[in-house]
Every structure is written in structure tokens, then in C-alpha cells.
């Protein structure tokens, strides 16, 4: 067995894997590796290229009794794993047919283009078992063995005279099945070796960017509004990664820069905000800078450094931009790139959650401020009269509720938190209750059962409309109203109730309120309903009975919610208690 049959293999082998470096760094040919769906124009082109690899591994062979050993069976066989049949079916065509024209006649042509064929045929058949990635070199290996041993098969029953091919296949069989099949191993080892690298790339800026947005992230949730915010998460960027400078920025203004202390290369930095970081987020898309022209006032900093600037959204609305600076180098690397990009998709999100966080909170705040637009309006014409009949009779009482109605609507009218204590509700809610007490005198009857020591933060104004629905509905048969406002530790929470002695909700309206239906009737019992689901969380909401002649409208305030004791507990300051009644009435 001539050394040289060997020495022309290793060659002609070291020369694929050359080309297959080379290919993959032809675009096409990496979204044929990365691309399911390769266009047809992309994979007849792929085929192309593999098929010349297939020519040039028979012009690169050496001729022996009429036979070339040659290294073809690589670049197709590879053709038909890597690319399926478009690619490989081409491959083969384009690889049997030149070797049949490149020595027709000679002993092997037919049998050798025949066999270039099959082999394409065979990479297509196992294309789909491969690309289920369970392949490893062994079985690389393995199946170029099988497809070698297939072609010296089809020499012996293609080629005549059969004494002259058998004696060529006894001189090819054993280097070509040997080197052939660790020379696939090699070559496909350098394609998947770009999958890892791609892999790599995108996994450590994913990583990365990961990492960094969990530190940054909290300084995000009040949206870019808060410079000191901005400026931490800058400095986080900076510290966590290889840049040299980061910039964050709004529509129009720098808003935080971080760079190494004494760094003269960034002095004026709202020179930065220059047309590239414009062009990034007027076309909503990644762009690199690292040459401008000497009159543009980053040239100063470009001359030494890369600059990657990538919009920042909100509902598909730029609201600022991220700048990576980084130092140049002879190489680049796609990396910095898929850092900077899923960072600020992550910062992106942040930025729209607390764009809707800010939404959520004004909508909450309305809902306040539509419950109290809807307390009753005929509560202050009924109390203006009461107030009226009381001054010739009892001028005193007059006064004093025309002081309770002022501290009343002060207390109703001004801004308050989404969430407040027990007690100071409590205390609003009594002096509604002393206000229609006055007007039903002995047919309204007020029992308060809160503990002193029992206190929580529950949703503000929660009581006001369970109270009102009490005093309009709660009346007995003989017209005597009594309201009980009540309070109880429970293992689950604080339980707050109001019951009445009326004759009850009605079942439709009732089913309404606890499925989420809005009903025609008791809309306050509904709001009060929905605002705790959304507060609380699932498991709030109202619960309404009728036990022992009681309609009981409660709800649980779970036990996170709780604060100090009452007894640290004060009326407001603007109110002069010694103006109103008792605060337990």
C-alpha cells in the first residue's frame, strides 16, 4: 500500500477542513447551519458550494491504475446531513457528474459518479436522524465507513474489467474508508464548531445581560424619571462588564454617564448625544459606531472607541437609549453586541412595567375619588336640614354638627393613600354615622365592637359605602336601624364586618357582587367587592350573609397587613377632637 496514497489523503483532507472554515463564514451557508427554513435560491446555492468542494476534491486526488483517491465523499455526504435533499441531491449531481466527464472512459468514471450520487442520497436518507443531534463522532465515523465500503461495492459491480477494478479496490479500499471517515469527523467537527461558537456568543450575552438587569432592574421600577436611579444602574452596567463607558439617555438629554474616575477621554459628554444615538432611536434598531468624520464632535472619542447604542421602548415608543463604549481592538466580538440588545430588551420591560405600575396607581386613585364623589348626595341635603331644624330648638347640637359635617367633608375631600389604618377609617366612618344619627335620632342605633388593641392597614374609604348601605337598608320591620361596625382577630387575618337588622340582600344582587357582575342595585357593595379582589388578591372580596336576623358584610385583611396597636394611633392633626364627639361615639 503506497505511502503516498495515505500522504495525498491527509492533504486533501487538511484542505476540506480549510474549506470549511472558509465556508463558514459565508453568510449562506451559517443560516443553512442556524436556518430551518433556507430559502430555495440560499440552498441551491449551498449546494453549489458543496459541489465544488466535491470538483475540487477530485481535481486535488491522486490517479491510480484508473482509479483517483480522492476525498469527495466528504463534501457530499456532508452536503446531504448538514443541508437535507435540496442541498445534498445538488451537491451530488454537481459532484457525479463532473467526475464522469473528468475521465470518461477510464476504468472508474461511471462506477465513481454513480457512487458520488449514492453517497448524496445516503447524507439525505440520514439528514434527519442527524440533525436530531444523538449523532456523535463514532457514528460519523461509522456511516462514512458504510458509504466507502458502498462506493469500493459499486466499483467492483460497475467497472470492467473486473479483475482491474478489483485490483484498484484492494490498492483505495483500505486509506479511503479509513482517512475518509476521520476526515468526515474533522469536517463536520468544524461546522458544529461554529454552532458553539454562535451558542457561546449569545449564551454569555444572555448571561451577562441577565445578571446585570437583576442589580439594575430595582433602580427601573419608577421608569427613567429619578437621576440617581439612572446613574446607579449606569455604574452597575459599568462595574459588571468590560466597557469603558456607559451613557444612558431620554429622548433629548444624558441622563446618567459612568466611566473610570480620571477618565479625560469623555470630558464633555453631551457632546455624546449625537446624531448616531438620534439614528438608533429614530429607527428603532442597534447601531455600532466606530468611524465618523474628523468634524463630528465624537470624533474624539471614536478615534479609540466603539460606540453601540441601543433604543430603549415603552409600548413600542422609544423613551431613551442605552450607549456602550468600548475600547477598539484588532478583533470584534458579536457578544458585546447580544449583551447590549438583550439588556435593553430587559431594561425595556422594566420601563413599560412601570409605565403601567404609574397607570395602575392613578387608577386606583381614581376609584378613590369616584367613591367619594358617590357618597350619597342626599346625605349633605338631609344633614343641612337636621342642621337647620336643630338651631332654634337646640342651637349648641347645631353647632356641633355643622362642625362634624366640616370635619367630615375636609376628611372626604382631601388626598389620601391608597391604604390606611383601621382606625383612622373608623373614625371618618363615625362621624358620617353622627350625622345620620342626628337626623334619625332614636331609630338609628350605632354598636362598635373594634378592639383598641386590634389594628391593620385596609384599603381607604372600604367602609364608607358598607356603613351607607347598612343605614339605607338595614331598617326592621318597626323601622329601628341598627348599624354594628366589628373587628376580631382571626388565625387567617383581621375579619372587619358591618351588619344591619334589615331584611337582607337580595339573592340575584348578591350572586352579582361575588361573581364579578356589576348589578343593577347596591353598585357600592360592588366597587367595595372589586377593590378588595384587586388589593387583597383572589382570595379577598366581600362575604355577605344572613345570620339570626343579621345581614353580615365582611371581608379579611390577611395578617401581612397588619400595623402598630391602636393605642399609637391619633386623630389627624387638623382636626380639633374637642370640636366632635367621642371618637367611639
Known amino acids: 500500500m503506497p505511502d503516498n496514497l495515505f500522504l495525498s489523503l491527509l492533504f486533501n483532507i487538511g484542505f476540506l477542513i480549510f474549506l470549511a472554515f472558509i465556508l463558514t463564514r459565508i453568510p449562506t451557508v451559517r443560516n443553512m447551519l442556524t436556518c430551518e427554513n433556507l430559502s430555495i435560491p440560499g440552498q441551491l446555492l449551498t449546494a453549489a458550494l458543496f459541489g465544488f468542494v466535491s470538483i475540487l476534491a477530485t481535481y486535488t486526488g491522486i490517479e491510480t491504475g484508473g482509479a483517483i483517491v480522492n476525498t469527495r465523499v466528504i463534501g457530499v455526504l456532508s452536503a446531504g446531513l448538514l443541508g437535507g435533499p435540496v442541498i445534498g441531491i445538488g451537491a451530488a449531481l454537481i459532484g457525479g457528474i463532473h467526475r464522469y466527464f473528468y ?13 458520488t450520487m449514492a453517497e448524496g442520497v445516503i447524507g439525505v436518507v440520514c439528514s434527519k436522524y442527524f440533525h436530531r443531534g444523538k449523532w456523535d463522532n463514532g457514528m460519523l465515523f461509522l456511516l462514512t465507513a458504510v458509504t466507502e465500503v458502498c462506493q469500493m461495492l459499486l466499483i467492483l459491480l460497475i467497472a470492467r474489467p473486473f479483475s482491474a477494478a478489483l485490483d484498484v479496490v484492494k490498492e483505495i479500499a483500505l486509506p479511503m474508508i479509513i482517512l475518509n471517515s476521520c ?27 441577565l445578571h446585570v438587569a437583576s442589580q439594575c432592574l430595582p433602580h427601573l421600577r419608577k421608569g427613567l424619571d429619578n437621576p440617581a436611579d439612572i446613574k446607579a444602574a449606569a455604574d452597575i452596567i459599568f462595574q459588571s462588564t468590560t466597557c469603558s463607558a456607559v451613557m444612558i439617555t431620554d ?17 464633555a459628554v453631551d457632546n455624546l448625544f449625537n446624531t448616531p444615538i438620534r439614528t438608533a432611536m429614530e429607527q428603532h434598531k442597534t447601531i455600532c459606531v466606530s468611524e465618523v468624520s474628523s468634524s463630528d464632535p465624537l470624533a474624539p472619542v471614536i478615534k479609540n472607541y466603539v460606540l453601540t447604542a441601543v433604543p430603549l421602548t415603552s409600548r413600542s415608543q422609544v423613551s431613551g437609549c442605552l450607549c456602550l463604549f468600548y475600547k477598539k481592538r484588532w478583533h470584534r466580538t458579536q457578544s458585546r453586541i447580544v449583551f447590549a440588545e438583550n439588556l435593553s430588551a430587559l431594561f425595556s420591560t422594566q420601563l413599560e412595567l412601570a409605565d403601567l405600575n404609574y397607570e395602575k396607581s392613578l387608577r386606583r386613585k381614581a376609584e378613590i375619588r369616584a367613591l367619594r364623589s358617590q ?29 362634624t359635617l366640616s370635619v367630615y367633608y375636609r376628611q372626604t375631600l382631601e388626598p389620601h393613600h391608597e391604604m390606611t389604618d383601621l382606625h383612622t377609617e373608623l373614625y371618618q366612618v363615625l362621624r358620617y354615622l353622627e350625622m345620620e344619627q342626628a337626623r334619625f335620632e332614636e331609630n338609628l342605633q350605632i354598636e362598635t365592637d373594634v378592639p383598641e388593641q386590634l389594628n391593620c392597614l385596609i384599603p381607604s374609604f372600604i367602609l364608607q359605602p358598607l356603613v351607607e348601605n347598612a343605614v339605607r337598608y338595614g331598617a326592621d320591620r318597626s323601622g329601628l336601624r341598627t348599624v354594628a361596625i366589628r373587628a376580631r382577630q382571626t388565625p387567617d ?91 367611639y361615639g
Open 375 to 403: 357618597v350619597n348626595p342626599h346625605f349633605l341635603h338631609n344633614a343641612l336640614n337636621t342642621i337647620s331644624c336643630m338651631c332654634r330648638e337646640n342651637p349648641e347640637r347645631a353647632r356641633e354638627l355643622s362642625r
Open 183 to 209: 476526515g468526515m469527523v474533522v469536517f463536520i467537527g468544524t461546522f458544529r464548531a461554529l454552532s458553539m461558537e454562535k451558542d457561546n456568543e449569545k449564551t454569555s450575552g444572555i448571561s451577562l445581560a
Open 103 to 115: 475521465e470518461a472512459g477510464q476504468l472508474t468514471a461511471a462506477a465513481c459518479a454513480v457512487s
Open 251 to 267: 429622548r433629548e438629554h444624558v441622563l446618567a454617564f459612568s466611566c473610570s474616575p480620571g477618565n479625560r477621554d469623555f470630558t
Open 493 to 583: 387575618g383581621i375579619k372587619i364586618e358591618v351588619a344591619d337588622h334589615g331584611p337582607g340582600i337580595p339573592e340575584a344582587i348578591t350572586e352579582a357582587i361575588l361573581s364579578g357582575r356589576e348589578p343593577g342595585k347596591s353598585y357600592g357593595l360592588y366597587n367595595v367587592h372589586t377593590r378588595l379582589k384587586k388589593i387583597v388578591g383572589p382570595s379577598g372580596g366581600l362575604t355577605i350573609q344572613h345570620i339570626d336576623g343579621e345581614t353580615r358584610v365582611s371581608f379579611l385583611i390577611p395578617k401581612a397587613d397588619t400595623v402598630p396597636k391602636a393605642e399609637d394611633w391619633k386623630p389627624p392633626e387638623e382636626i380639633d377632637t374637642n370640636e366632635v364627639r367621642g371618637y
